[in-house]
Nanobody, 123 residues
Framework: QVQLVESGGGLVQAGGSLRLSCAAS????????LGWFRQAPGKEREFAAA????????YYTDSVKGRFTISRDNAKNTVYLQMNSLKPEDTAVYYC????????????????WGQGTQVTVSS
């Protein structure tokens, strides 16, 4: 089992930045790949970013490319999502997810999920 705990969400003005963190426990961190998903009110959960076990591969959905950066610190068992140039449409609950695969971009490929952290971007 993998336990995931997100933090770092909050209220920010458009154009601002936030950094989300997700601390993992229960497994050797380097054996899991991680991703960030988000769910806006009234919408389905969507993929935002993913990073492979080694950190050498990253992938982003088009709407966040160039603005968001996913990274991981295997020494701290933590994955991060740096979000810059935030827009009101980025408002959502952000979820951290982990998978036994080397990398993944679809929600059904992830085995473990955090509780989520709210990000609200005001215009």
């Amino acid at each position: 089992q993998v336990q995931l705990v997100e933090s770092g969400g909050g209220l920010v003005q458009a154009g601002g930045s936030l950094r989300l963190s997700c601390a993992a426990s229960g497994r050797t961190f380097s054996t899991i790949a991680l991703g960030w998903f988000r769910q806006a009110p009234g919408k389905e959960r969507e993929f935002a970013a993913a990073i492979s076990r080694s950190g050498s591969w990253t992938y982003y959905t088009d709407s966040v490319k160039g603005r968001f950066t996913i990274s991981r610190d295997n020494a701290k068992n933590t994955v991060y999502l740096q979000m810059n140039s935030l827009k009101p449409e980025d408002t959502a609950v952000y979820y951290c997810a982990a998978t036994d695969r080397d990398y993944a971009t679809r929600s059904y490929e992830y085995n473990y999920w955090g509780q989520g952290t709210q990000v609200t971007v005001s215009s």
